[in-house]
């Protein structure tokens, strides 16, 4: 047993308080008893009866603060008095947090993070994504407009020291079962996925949980990773993450289709992949790529779905998506209520993967779409705001959501846009996909249901009728579930999907014979 | 070593002074006999260097007051031409160790705090804290207060002080933070505590019924008689702290109603300063914002070494005065922590769980963060010849901060 | 050791969520530990502040 104490001069503390920092320490491993006390003539008393006096003791003053520790080992006493200082203030710790406004902040307070979420001005992204890769943390980085320079330090940093970045302009990751930011509430299963959109990797994993399967993890890029100024660091990066995962036994790329460079330097080390490999990027492979190479090539993402659930469930293969028998009737019957004006398409999209896509199938059925976001030059519209012909708009183009709410999360400005729409007697279709999942708008139907409604009923009023078809992207275990969502719209009688590439199908089945004429 | 290194450390450095200070009544003597350099028709001031010319109405009628109060003229006008003549020396108090509220007015005769910061030897000096002539108003009854103090209170304290041999302030300080005061504007607690002390003292040095009484009714009654001595503490505490190289840390904030000026450690004497801002505050019956002068006086001292606003969480007895809810206080007081470099081991406020005050101004964080120190304060009239009209919060301007960091950058990093 | 990328795949999420809240609180519903910074432009968003606090700060 060993005895020790400590004088401070004129350090005072009230009796109360004392009292804690007391308990504090009595409670410290190895000690036996402790005092804590002001050096009033009382208090020194009781010292005594400690076994303590002494010069030091008896010069004490009342404002002097004593210390005394009874241990086990001089070791202990020895550490106990050392660290008085942290007992003295420790109180601080428990006084509830305030809010935090720094990264620094956060690392004090989350000293074994993994992962730092961005979702700050574009301008300041590259300083502070660095300061957490310093740190030694993967980034995962939602916010746009990170210049493609500032983009490729962070990757190349980041992949010099075994880090991940996610991004920027990323909207969606699953790890391990977790969704970060616009995530969809999926199985866990087999299949890995990696893809610079997040829309797209919504798509697909909603797909596949849909469809009885779930995903191990899935891996947002940003949607620059591809292009050849990045050259797919972080695709390459998530891919070797997903080889060497266990739990991974296909892995799916879904993506727009890359630059040309990164596109053949992808494809190399795709074939060269251990583990079965699904690749779409939206529409046929370039002639000049090798596509006879074991990857399983993919046009559509619901094609990719197809052909990852057949590796992993080691399924029969079954045929591309198709319209049914009652869907080509349905389209019939949707046809013949249009009046004579009406002839055209016109999609009000929040995905920019469903855009694309959907210009895609439209295309390759012969069927001429101008959009914001064209994929060919000459089928750019003159402004975002006047459709023309058939159009598809990306409601989430830069255009709309300065400064505004994307129509993920807020539909006010897609609504403004269906009504506009309805005055236009020309228009017979309205294409709208409905994303559900964390982040996204609690009620995506809800908020554009009167509008909808309102178009149709003005369609009528002019003999006619709008065929308002669409999608929906999520699942049951969603916050919004997605028979709530699905039940909305089919009450107030759009024509619905769970596919955007099969709601783009079923659009040009109802275009068809408007073609033909 | 890296230049942030050498930051930390000379911060370490500057912070490590800035807890160890321990300040102690020492004596209550007359401004001539102990503030170095105060001397002949001189009157001191608050805040950054100013001329005559470019103060505003409160400092110069608080300077007319204290012109009057000596006696070296007979009337205002007299009074104003001295001044505009340039026959009075006029000098900020900062530049003399020493500190005064508001407009801050110190000269010869008048009775100043000496308090001495035991651990480094320093001594500084604070006037008597009231409402009316520090506040601009030169009337006869706004000086017959200075003249008490002259001639009897100050007298009186000081001989019972001199008899009790000192009186050691961290104590009182430490027990008022925990009673509620925020050692700017509140001093209910700590301004009973010296009285109790004094009281004793003064029975023990047997003072004279007629003089005792009126001094006892004096400091009993007045609840902000300890501001004057947090203020001399406070630049007791903060001058050690002064002139360390790569320091960044505040050493001074102070404000004459025209600037705003700021002195950061390893920039040694330099002023930084910015137009003084508008106090958000509350009036006093018969006055409004419209009145109102511009954010004055040294007291800012006391945030500088942690008390005041940044305290204000622990004093929710304040708001009354400087309005605001006590959510938004503690909100303060959480918020001064983020620009600063320590919570105070000893200094503690119970109401948010014993915690430290913050102490150590940085102003690389003030800059970072954009968050700049928040002052709790009271307001004189934009015009000479008023008492005080009301109270409330203001913050230091950041222009004074950027540019001392821009100093800081000029001086330092290209060493 | 595994790298921070393996941790990613295998261990439980600890996130410091830099700027949008909503983020945070759907990590928090997976029941992730996550902190949430209420972020704001350093030095108020002035560039020559930033440059100067980058080499000191």
């Given at each position: 047993?060993?005895?020790?104490f400590?004088?401070?001069?004129?350090?005072?503390?009230?009796?109360?308080?004392?009292?804690?920092?007391?308990?504090?320490?009595?409670?410290?491993?190895?000690?036996?008893?402790?005092a804590?006390l002001?050096a009033?003539e009382k208090n020194k008393e009781l010292l005594v009866n400690f076994g303590l006096h002494g010069?030091?003791i008896e010069?004490?003053?009342?404002?002097?603060?004593i210390?005394t520790?009874?241990?086990?080992?001089?070791?202990?006493?020895?550490?106990?008095?050392?660290?008085?200082?942290?007992?003295?203030?420790?109180?601080?710790?428990?006084?509830?947090?305030?809010?935090?406004?720094?990264?620094?902040?956060?690392?004090?307070?989350?000293?074994?993070?993994?992962?730092?979420?961005?979702?700050?001005?574009?301008?300041?992204?590259?300083?502070?994504?660095?300061?957490?890769?310093?740190?030694?943390?993967?980034?995962?980085?939602?916010?746009?407009?990170?210049?493609?320079?500032?983009?490729?330090?962070?990757?190349?940093?980041?992949?010099?020291?075994?880090?991940?970045?996610?991004?920027?302009?990323?909207?969606?990751?699953?790890?391990?079962?977790?969704?970060?930011?616009?995530?969809?509430?999926?199985?866990?299963?087999?299949?890995?996925?990696?893809?610079?959109?997040?829309?797209?990797?919504?798509?697909?994993?909603?797909?596949?949980?849909?469809?009885?399967?779930?995903?191990?993890?899935?891996?947002?890029?940003?949607?620059?990773?591809?292009?050849?100024?990045?050259?797919?660091?972080?695709?390459?990066?998530?891919?070797?993450?997903?080889?060497?995962?266990?739990?991974?036994?296909?892995?799916?790329?879904?993506?727009?289709?890359?630059?040309?460079?990164?596109?053949?330097?992808?494809?190399?080390?795709?074939?060269?992949?251990?583990?079965?490999?699904?690749?779409?990027?939206?529409?046929?492979?370039?002639?000049?790529?090798?596509?006879?190479?074991?990857?399983?090539?993919?046009?559509?993402?619901?094609?990719?779905?197809?052909?990852?659930?057949?590796?992993?469930?080691?399924?029969?293969?079954?045929?591309?998506?198709?319209?049914?028998?009652?869907?080509?009737?349905?389209?019939?019957?949707?046809?013949?209520?249009?009046?004579?004006?009406?002839?055209?398409?016109?999609?009000?999209?929040?995905?920019?993967?469903?855009?694309?896509?959907?210009?895609?199938?439209?295309?390759?059925?012969?069927?001429?779409?101008?959009?914001?976001?064209?994929?060919?030059?000459?089928?750019?519209?003159?402004?975002?705001?006047?459709?023309?012909?058939?159009?598809?708009?990306?409601?989430?183009?830069?255009?709309?959501?300065?400064?505004?709410?994307?129509?993920?999360?807020?539909?006010?400005?897609?609504?403004?846009?269906?009504?506009?729409?309805?005055?236009?007697?020309?228009?017979?279709?309205?294409?709208?996909?409905?994303?559900?999942?964390?982040?996204?708008?609690?009620?995506?139907?809800?908020?554009?249901?009167?509008?909808?409604?309102?178009?149709?009923?003005?369609?009528?009023?002019?003999?006619?009728?709008?065929?308002?078809?669409?999608?929906?992207?999520?699942?049951?275990?969603?916050?919004?579930?997605?028979?709530?969502?699905?039940?909305?719209?089919?009450?107030?009688?759009?024509?619905?999907?769970?596919?955007?590439?099969?709601?783009?199908?079923?659009?040009?089945?109802?275009?068809?014979?408007?073609?033909?004429? | 070593?890296?230049?942030?290194?050498?930051?930390?450390?000379?911060?370490?450095?500057?912070?490590?002074?800035?807890?160890?200070?321990?300040?102690?009544?020492?004596?209550?003597?007359?401004?001539?006999?102990?503030?170095?350099?105060?001397?002949?028709?001189?009157?001191?001031?608050?805040?950054?260097?100013?001329?005559?010319?470019?103060?505003?109405?409160?400092?110069?009628?608080?300077?007319?007051?204290?012109?009057?109060?000596?006696?070296?003229?007979?009337?205002?006008?007299?009074?104003?031409?001295?001044?505009?003549?340039?026959?009075?020396?006029?000098?900020?108090?900062?530049?003399?160790?020493?500190?005064?509220?508001?407009?801050?007015?110190?000269?010869?005769?008048?009775?100043?705090?000496?308090?001495?910061?035991?651990?480094?030897?320093?001594?500084?000096?604070?006037?008597?804290?009231?409402?009316?002539?520090?506040?601009?108003?030169?009337?006869?009854?706004?000086?017959?207060?200075?003249?008490?103090?002259?001639?009897?209170?100050?007298?009186?304290?000081?001989?019972?002080?001199?008899?009790?041999?000192?009186?050691?302030?961290?104590?009182?300080?430490?027990?008022?933070?925990?009673?509620?005061?925020?050692?700017?504007?509140?001093?209910?607690?700590?301004?009973?505590?010296?009285?109790?002390?004094?009281?004793?003292?003064?029975?023990?040095?047997?003072?004279?019924?007629?003089?005792?009484?009126?001094?006892?009714?004096?400091?009993?009654?007045?609840?902000?008689?300890?501001?004057?001595?947090?203020?001399?503490?406070?630049?007791?505490?903060?001058?050690?702290?002064?002139?360390?190289?790569?320091?960044?840390?505040?050493?001074?904030?102070?404000?004459?109603?025209?600037?705003?000026?700021?002195?950061?450690?390893?920039?040694?004497?330099?002023?930084?300063?910015?137009?003084?801002?508008?106090?958000?505050?509350?009036?006093?019956?018969?006055?409004?914002?419209?009145?109102?002068?511009?954010?004055?006086?040294?007291?800012?001292?006391?945030?500088?070494?942690?008390?005041?606003?940044?305290?204000?969480?622990?004093?929710?007895?304040?708001?009354?005065?400087?309005?605001?809810?006590?959510?938004?206080?503690?909100?303060?007081?959480?918020?001064?922590?983020?620009?600063?470099?320590?919570?105070?081991?000893?200094?503690?406020?119970?109401?948010?769980?014993?915690?430290?005050?913050?102490?150590?101004?940085?102003?690389?964080?003030?800059?970072?963060?954009?968050?700049?120190?928040?002052?709790?304060?009271?307001?004189?009239?934009?015009?000479?010849?008023?008492?005080?009209?009301?109270?409330?919060?203001?913050?230091?301007?950041?222009?004074?901060?950027?540019?001392?960091?821009?100093?800081?950058?000029?001086?330092?990093?290209?060493? | 050791?595994?790298?921070?990328?393996?941790?990613?795949?295998?261990?439980?999420?600890?996130?410091?969520?830099?700027?949008?809240?909503?983020?945070?609180?759907?990590?928090?519903?997976?029941?992730?530990?996550?902190?949430?910074?209420?972020?704001?432009?350093?030095?108020?968003?002035?560039?020559?502040?930033?440059?100067?606090?980058?080499?000191?700060?």
């Amino acid at each position: 047993m060993a005895t020790g104490f400590i004088v401070r001069k004129n350090q005072y503390y009230d009796s109360v308080f004392l009292m804690g920092v007391n308990n504090r320490l009595s409670q410290i491993q190895g000690v036996q008893q402790t005092a804590v006390l002001m050096a009033s003539e009382k208090n020194k008393e009781l010292l005594v009866n400690f076994g303590l006096h002494g010069e030091e003791i008896e010069s004490a003053q009342p404002n002097d603060l004593i210390v005394t520790v009874i241990a086990e080992t001089p070791q202990i006493v020895e550490t106990v008095l050392a660290n008085l200082d942290q007992a003295l203030i420790s109180q601080e710790a428990s006084a509830p947090a305030s809010h935090l406004h720094s990264l620094e902040e956060g690392l004090v307070e989350k000293p074994f993070a993994n992962l730092a979420a961005f979702s700050i001005p574009g301008e300041y992204v590259y300083r502070e994504a660095m300061k957490a890769l310093e740190a030694n943390l993967n980034v995962f980085i939602f916010s746009s407009n990170v210049p493609l320079e500032e983009e490729l330090k962070l990757k190349q940093f980041a992949s010099e020291h075994k880090l991940l970045v996610m991004g920027p302009d990323c909207g969606t990751s699953i790890l391990g079962g977790v969704g970060i930011g616009f995530a969809n509430v999926v199985r866990n299963g087999t299949i890995g996925v990696i893809g610079p959109s997040g829309t797209g990797l919504q798509e697909f994993t909603s797909q596949v949980h849909n469809a009885g399967y779930g995903i191990s993890h899935a891996f947002g890029t940003g949607s620059h990773d591809l292009s050849d100024e990045i050259g797919g660091v972080t695709t390459l990066m998530a891919l070797d993450a997903l080889e060497t995962d266990e739990q991974t036994e296909v892995i799916a790329i879904v993506a727009k289709p890359p630059g040309q460079k990164t596109l053949h330097h992808l494809v190399a080390r795709l074939k060269n992949c251990t583990r079965p490999v699904v690749a779409c990027f939206l529409g046929t492979p370039p002639e000049d790529v090798n596509t006879n190479s074991g990857i399983l090539w993919a046009r559509m993402i619901d094609d990719a779905v197809l052909s990852a659930i057949q590796v992993s469930g080691k399924r029969e293969s079954t045929p591309g998506i198709q319209l049914t028998e009652t869907e080509h009737g349905l389209a019939r019957q949707t046809r013949a209520k249009w009046s004579s004006e009406q002839c055209y398409l016109r999609g009000l999209l929040a995905g920019g993967t469903f855009c694309h896509q959907s210009q895609q199938i439209l295309l390759e059925a012969g069927i001429e779409v101008y959009s914001n976001a064209p994929l060919k030059p000459q089928y750019k519209l003159t402004h975002p705001d006047h459709s023309y012909k058939h159009t598809l708009i990306d409601m989430g183009d830069d255009a709309y959501t300065l400064g505004k709410p994307h129509p993920m999360i807020d539909g006010t400005m897609r609504k403004q846009r269906i009504l506009a729409e309805s005055y236009d007697p020309s228009v017979a279709i309205l294409l709208l996909d409905f994303i559900l999942g964390y982040n996204a708008s609690m009620d995506p139907v809800g908020e554009l249901l009167d509008a909808i409604v309102e178009a149709k009923q003005r369609m009528q009023q002019h003999a006619g009728d709008l065929a308002v078809v669409a999608s929906i992207c999520g699942t049951q275990e969603d916050p919004q579930e997605l028979d709530l969502q699905a039940k909305l719209l089919q009450e107030a009688g759009v024509i619905l999907f769970h596919s955007n590439a099969k709601a783009s199908l079923f659009c040009c089945e109802l275009l068809k014979p408007a073609k033909e004429v | 070593m890296d230049i942030k290194h050498k930051i930390e450390i000379a911060n370490e450095e500057a912070t490590r002074r800035l807890i160890s200070g321990d300040p102690v009544l020492v004596d209550i003597a007359p401004a001539g006999e102990v503030i170095p350099g105060l001397e002949g028709r001189m009157i001191t001031h608050s805040g950054p260097p100013i001329k005559w010319q470019r103060m505003c109405g409160a400092q110069q009628g608080a300077i007319i007051g204290q012109v009057l109060y000596e006696g070296w003229a007979d009337s205002f006008d007299e009074a104003k031409s001295l001044l505009d003549k340039g026959s009075i020396r006029l000098e900020p108090n900062h530049h003399h160790q020493t500190v005064g509220p508001m407009a801050g007015t110190i000269s010869p005769s008048a009775p100043v705090w000496v308090v001495e910061n035991k651990s480094f030897g320093n001594r500084a000096f604070c006037r008597q804290v009231e409402g009316r002539q520090q506040f601009g108003d030169y009337s006869p009854e706004a000086l017959a207060s200075l003249h008490q103090w002259r001639d009897v209170w100050g007298p009186t304290l000081r001989k019972a002080l001199l008899k009790m041999g000192g009186l050691e302030l961290k104590t009182i300080i430490t027990q008022a933070l925990q009673m509620g005061d925020e050692l700017h504007n509140r001093h209910s607690a700590s301004s009973s505590l010296f009285s109790n002390a004094m009281a004793v003292a003064m029975a023990e040095a047997e003072i004279l019924r007629e003089s005792a009484v009126p001094t006892l009714k004096y400091i009993t009654r007045h609840n902000l008689i300890f501001l004057g001595l947090a203020m001399a503490c406070g630049k007791a505490i903060a001058d050690p702290a002064s002139n360390i190289e790569y320091s960044t840390v505040v050493t001074a904030m102070a404000r004459n109603g025209t600037e705003f000026g700021i002195r950061i450690s390893g920039l040694g004497e330099a002023w930084f300063t910015a137009p003084a801002p508008v106090v958000d505050g509350l009036y006093l019956p018969g006055y409004t914002a419209e009145d109102a002068g511009l954010d004055m006086g040294d007291s800012a001292i006391t945030e500088t070494v942690g008390w005041g606003a940044f305290t204000l969480g622990g004093a929710p007895g304040i708001l009354a005065l400087v309005g605001g809810t006590p959510e938004e206080a503690i909100a303060y007081t959480r918020e001064m922590k983020k620009i600063t470099t320590k919570a105070h081991p000893t200094y503690l406020m119970p109401a948010l769980g014993f915690a430290g005050i913050s102490i150590g101004i940085d102003i690389r964080k003030v800059v970072q963060t954009n968050l700049t120190p928040i002052i709790d304060t009271a307001i004189a009239h934009k015009d000479p010849g008023y008492p005080i009209i009301g109270a409330g919060l203001v913050r230091a301007p950041m222009e004074c901060f950027k540019q001392a960091l821009i100093a800081f950058g000029q001086r330092y990093n290209s060493q | 050791m595994q790298n921070k990328i393996e941790e990613l795949l295998h261990e439980p999420l600890v996130v410091i969520n830099v700027g949008l809240k909503g983020f945070a609180e759907s990590l928090e519903q997976q029941e992730v530990e996550v902190v949430q910074i209420d972020w704001v432009p350093p030095a108020g968003g002035d560039p020559e502040m930033i440059d100067l606090l980058e080499r000191l700060l």
